[in-house]
Protein backbone atom coordinates (compact mmCIF):
# COMPACT_ATOMS: atom_id res chain seq x y z
CA UNK A 1 0.00 0.00 0.00
CA UNK A 2 1.43 3.40 -0.74
CA UNK A 3 2.15 5.64 2.03
CA UNK A 4 3.60 9.46 3.12
CA UNK A 5 6.21 10.56 5.76
CA UNK A 6 6.09 13.89 7.07
CA UNK A 7 9.32 14.43 9.00
CA UNK A 8 8.58 17.00 11.72
CA UNK A 9 5.39 16.80 13.69
CA UNK A 10 6.17 20.86 14.47
CA UNK A 11 7.58 23.52 12.20
CA UNK A 12 8.49 27.14 13.54
CA UNK A 13 9.02 29.44 11.02
CA UNK A 14 9.74 33.67 11.32
CA UNK A 15 7.15 35.57 9.64
CA UNK A 16 8.51 36.36 6.51
CA UNK A 17 10.69 33.21 6.45
CA UNK A 18 10.89 30.50 4.12
CA UNK A 19 8.19 27.81 5.03
CA UNK A 20 9.64 23.68 3.92
CA UNK A 21 7.56 21.01 5.02
CA UNK A 22 8.93 17.71 4.12
CA UNK A 23 6.76 14.50 2.44
CA UNK A 24 8.53 11.54 1.45
CA UNK A 25 6.34 8.60 -0.05
CA UNK A 26 6.32 5.17 -0.55
CA UNK A 27 5.13 3.80 -3.69
CA UNK A 28 5.87 1.33 -6.34
CA UNK A 29 3.77 2.97 -9.44
CA UNK A 30 3.70 6.67 -10.06
CA UNK A 31 1.72 8.02 -7.11
CA UNK A 32 -0.98 10.87 -7.11
CA UNK A 33 -0.02 12.98 -4.36
CA UNK A 34 -1.72 15.86 -2.06
CA UNK A 35 -0.96 18.68 0.73
CA UNK A 36 -3.95 19.74 2.76
CA UNK A 37 -4.48 22.13 5.27
CA UNK A 38 -6.27 22.25 8.11
CA UNK A 39 -6.87 25.46 10.20
CA UNK A 40 -7.92 25.47 13.60
CA UNK A 41 -11.80 24.45 14.36
CA UNK A 42 -11.54 23.57 10.51
CA UNK A 43 -12.13 20.85 8.23
CA UNK A 44 -9.59 19.95 5.10
CA UNK A 45 -8.71 22.04 2.54
CA UNK A 46 -6.93 20.69 -0.55
CA UNK A 47 -4.29 22.93 -1.03
CA UNK A 48 -2.29 21.34 -4.24
CA UNK A 49 -2.15 17.80 -6.02
CA UNK A 50 0.35 16.43 -8.06
CA UNK A 51 -1.07 13.94 -10.83
CA UNK A 52 2.01 13.79 -13.13
CA UNK A 53 1.26 16.40 -15.25
CA UNK A 54 4.08 18.55 -14.16
CA UNK A 55 7.08 18.04 -11.05
CA UNK A 56 6.50 21.34 -9.89
CA UNK A 57 2.75 21.91 -8.62
CA UNK A 58 1.22 25.45 -7.81
CA UNK A 59 -1.60 25.49 -5.35
CA UNK A 60 -3.05 28.18 -3.06
CA UNK A 61 -2.10 31.07 -0.70
CA UNK A 62 1.40 30.74 -2.58
CA UNK A 63 2.30 27.10 -1.50
CA UNK A 64 4.06 25.18 -4.32
CA UNK A 65 5.54 21.27 -3.71
CA UNK A 66 7.99 19.77 -6.36
CA UNK A 67 7.60 16.31 -7.28
CA UNK A 68 11.30 14.62 -7.01
CA UNK A 69 10.98 10.55 -8.25
CA UNK A 70 14.56 10.20 -7.64
CA UNK A 71 14.33 11.17 -3.62
CA UNK A 72 10.44 9.83 -3.61
CA UNK A 73 9.80 13.61 -2.20
CA UNK A 74 6.60 16.04 -2.44
CA UNK A 75 8.35 18.73 0.03
CA UNK A 76 5.76 21.77 0.44
CA UNK A 77 6.94 25.18 0.11
CA UNK A 78 6.11 28.99 0.63
CA UNK A 79 8.60 31.50 0.13
CA UNK A 80 7.15 33.49 2.87
CA UNK A 81 5.80 32.91 5.50
CA UNK A 82 2.39 34.66 6.84
CA UNK A 83 0.77 34.56 10.26
CA UNK A 84 -2.26 32.95 8.66
CA UNK A 85 -0.49 29.90 7.70
CA UNK A 86 -0.81 28.43 11.13
CA UNK A 87 -2.38 25.54 10.97
CA UNK A 88 -1.70 21.55 10.53
CA UNK A 89 -0.48 20.63 7.52
CA UNK A 90 -0.93 17.23 5.61
CA UNK A 91 0.69 15.04 3.07
CA UNK A 92 -1.89 12.26 1.20
CA UNK A 93 -1.20 9.70 -1.36
CA UNK A 94 -4.19 8.04 -3.60
CA UNK A 95 -4.26 4.49 -3.43
CA UNK A 96 -4.03 3.05 -7.13
CA UNK A 97 -7.89 2.38 -6.84
CA UNK A 98 -8.11 5.58 -6.58
CA UNK A 99 -10.71 5.22 -3.58
CA UNK A 100 -8.85 6.18 -0.37
CA UNK A 101 -6.41 8.66 0.34
CA UNK A 102 -3.47 7.51 3.08
CA UNK A 103 -2.36 10.44 4.89
CA UNK A 104 0.95 11.34 6.84
CA UNK A 105 0.69 12.16 10.42
CA UNK A 106 0.77 16.18 9.88
CA UNK A 107 2.95 18.56 10.91
CA UNK A 108 2.14 21.55 12.58
CA UNK A 109 3.36 24.99 10.88
CA UNK A 110 4.00 27.84 13.86
CA UNK A 111 4.57 31.16 12.77
CA UNK A 112 5.95 33.72 14.85
CA UNK A 113 6.22 37.63 14.22
CA UNK B 1 -20.34 23.25 -4.56
CA UNK B 2 -20.29 19.84 -3.16
CA UNK B 3 -21.31 20.13 0.66
CA UNK B 4 -20.33 17.39 2.92
CA UNK B 5 -22.24 17.19 6.29
CA UNK B 6 -21.98 15.71 9.31
CA UNK B 7 -24.87 15.61 11.64
CA UNK B 8 -23.08 16.97 14.89
CA UNK B 9 -20.44 18.55 15.53
CA UNK B 10 -19.74 17.55 19.03
CA UNK B 11 -20.78 15.02 20.65
CA UNK B 12 -20.42 13.61 24.25
CA UNK B 13 -21.85 9.97 24.80
CA UNK B 14 -20.87 7.39 27.82
CA UNK B 15 -18.95 4.16 27.69
CA UNK B 16 -21.09 1.70 26.71
CA UNK B 17 -23.46 3.28 24.51
CA UNK B 18 -24.47 2.93 21.09
CA UNK B 19 -23.06 6.00 19.19
CA UNK B 20 -24.33 6.96 15.48
CA UNK B 21 -22.06 9.72 13.03
CA UNK B 22 -24.05 10.51 10.18
CA UNK B 23 -22.73 12.00 6.88
CA UNK B 24 -24.51 13.34 3.74
CA UNK B 25 -23.13 14.14 0.89
CA UNK B 26 -25.10 16.44 -1.61
CA UNK B 27 -23.61 15.33 -5.02
CA UNK B 28 -24.09 11.99 -5.90
CA UNK B 29 -20.40 10.28 -5.17
CA UNK B 30 -19.99 6.64 -5.22
CA UNK B 31 -17.66 6.85 -2.54
CA UNK B 32 -17.70 7.43 1.56
CA UNK B 33 -15.66 7.35 3.98
CA UNK B 34 -15.05 7.94 7.23
CA UNK B 35 -11.73 8.49 9.04
CA UNK B 36 -10.05 9.42 12.70
CA UNK B 37 -7.98 12.03 13.41
CA UNK B 38 -5.70 12.33 16.37
CA UNK B 39 -3.05 14.20 17.31
CA UNK B 40 0.69 12.91 16.03
CA UNK B 41 -1.24 10.06 14.16
CA UNK B 42 -2.69 12.05 11.55
CA UNK B 43 -5.66 10.37 9.76
CA UNK B 44 -6.74 6.96 9.29
CA UNK B 45 -9.08 5.56 7.45
CA UNK B 46 -11.69 3.57 8.79
CA UNK B 47 -14.16 1.76 6.80
CA UNK B 48 -15.17 3.33 3.31
CA UNK B 49 -17.93 2.77 0.49
CA UNK B 50 -17.97 2.36 -3.17
CA UNK B 51 -21.60 1.96 -2.95
CA UNK B 52 -24.79 1.77 -1.91
CA UNK B 53 -24.70 -1.28 0.53
CA UNK B 54 -21.11 -1.94 -0.09
CA UNK B 55 -18.00 -1.32 2.15
CA UNK B 56 -14.63 -2.11 2.84
CA UNK B 57 -12.56 -1.52 5.76
CA UNK B 58 -10.01 0.61 6.49
CA UNK B 59 -6.86 0.47 8.63
CA UNK B 60 -8.83 0.61 12.25
CA UNK B 61 -11.87 -0.36 11.63
CA UNK B 62 -11.97 -2.82 14.61
CA UNK B 63 -15.18 -1.10 17.28
CA UNK B 64 -16.44 0.03 14.73
CA UNK B 65 -19.29 -0.56 11.34
CA UNK B 66 -20.62 1.26 8.91
CA UNK B 67 -24.61 1.67 7.15
CA UNK B 68 -24.80 2.59 3.61
CA UNK B 69 -28.69 2.34 3.01
CA UNK B 70 -28.85 5.61 0.69
CA UNK B 71 -26.32 6.85 -2.23
CA UNK B 72 -25.87 10.01 0.00
CA UNK B 73 -25.91 8.93 3.39
CA UNK B 74 -22.89 7.05 4.69
CA UNK B 75 -22.91 5.84 8.82
CA UNK B 76 -20.66 5.04 11.59
CA UNK B 77 -21.74 3.23 14.39
CA UNK B 78 -19.90 2.66 17.14
CA UNK B 79 -21.86 -0.93 18.76
CA UNK B 80 -20.42 -0.37 21.95
CA UNK B 81 -17.98 3.22 22.49
CA UNK B 82 -15.12 3.31 24.88
CA UNK B 83 -12.77 6.08 25.72
CA UNK B 84 -10.26 4.88 23.75
CA UNK B 85 -12.67 6.04 20.47
CA UNK B 86 -12.74 9.71 22.07
CA UNK B 87 -11.04 11.40 18.75
CA UNK B 88 -12.18 13.66 15.74
CA UNK B 89 -14.27 12.00 12.69
CA UNK B 90 -14.19 12.94 9.67
CA UNK B 91 -16.61 11.92 6.69
CA UNK B 92 -15.39 12.29 2.92
CA UNK B 93 -17.20 11.66 -0.18
CA UNK B 94 -15.36 11.43 -3.70
CA UNK B 95 -16.80 10.92 -7.55
CA UNK B 96 -14.90 7.64 -8.95
CA UNK B 97 -11.92 8.28 -10.73
CA UNK B 98 -11.58 12.12 -10.23
CA UNK B 99 -9.16 11.38 -6.95
CA UNK B 100 -10.99 14.48 -5.45
CA UNK B 101 -12.25 13.98 -2.13
CA UNK B 102 -14.69 16.30 -0.68
CA UNK B 103 -14.20 16.23 3.76
CA UNK B 104 -17.05 17.34 6.22
CA UNK B 105 -15.99 19.63 9.13
CA UNK B 106 -15.92 16.37 11.75
CA UNK B 107 -17.66 15.50 14.34
CA UNK B 108 -15.09 15.57 18.23
CA UNK B 109 -16.62 12.41 19.74
CA UNK B 110 -15.59 12.57 23.50
CA UNK B 111 -16.26 9.21 25.45
CA UNK B 112 -16.99 9.47 29.12
Known amino acids: AQSVTQLGSHVSVSEGALVLLRCNYS??????LFWYVQYPNQGLQLLLKYTSAATLVKGINGFEAEFKKSETSFHLTKPSAHMSDAAEYFCAVSENSGYALNFGKGTSLLVTP | DVKVTQSSRYLVKRTGEKVFLECVQD?????MFWYRQDPGLGLRLIYFSYDVKMKEKGDIPEGYSVSREKKERFSLILESASTNQTSMYLC???????????FGPGTRLTVL
Open chain 2, 92 to 102: ASSLGGTRLWF
Open chain 1, 27 to 32: SSVPPY
Open chain 2, 27 to 31: MDHEN
